[in-house]
């Protein structure tokens, strides 16, 4: 049987976490559930002060992100890091990953159980 392999991206954990377990049902299929990351580095930095002026730089402040140096300029670009983006979410790209493994028959019914928990792939 031929297996197929599916990349969904959900704006929160509980919802990918929902569509996997509902994806357990089938004994065929592997799912896993990952944070992934717009820039590289660690994600958050909860040793931010700028009271004390603990922080390096202006994505600790805005983003909360510990970036590797090299993309510190590139993430300070970001319209999420100046302040004033509008709070808009569908500017802010999903940063939940389910991947899935499943036999190549099961695809349909594994889209609708995506859509339903608001997946994209």
């Not at 299929?29 to 992934?36: A, H, K, L, P, S």
């Amino acid at each position: 049987m031929n297996q197929r392999n599916i990349l969904a991206y959900f704006r929160s954990v509980e919802d990918a976490q929902k569509a996997a377990s509902e994806l357990q049902q089938y004994n065929s299929i592997e799912t896993q559930v990952d944070r992934i990351a717009f820039y590289p580095g660690d994600q958050l930095n909860d040793q931010v002060n700028p009271i004390t002026s603990r922080f390096d730089s202006l994505t600790d402040l805005t983003l909360g992100s510990l970036v590797n140096d090299n993309a510190e300029v590139l993430a300070a670009a970001d319209v999420s890091a100046s302040g004033m983006a509008d709070g808009n979410r569908t500017a802010i790209p999903p940063n939940i990953l389910l991947t899935i493994v499943m036999n190549e028959d099961q695809a349909p019914q594994v889209e609708n159980i995506i859509k339903k928990y608001n997946g994209m792939t």
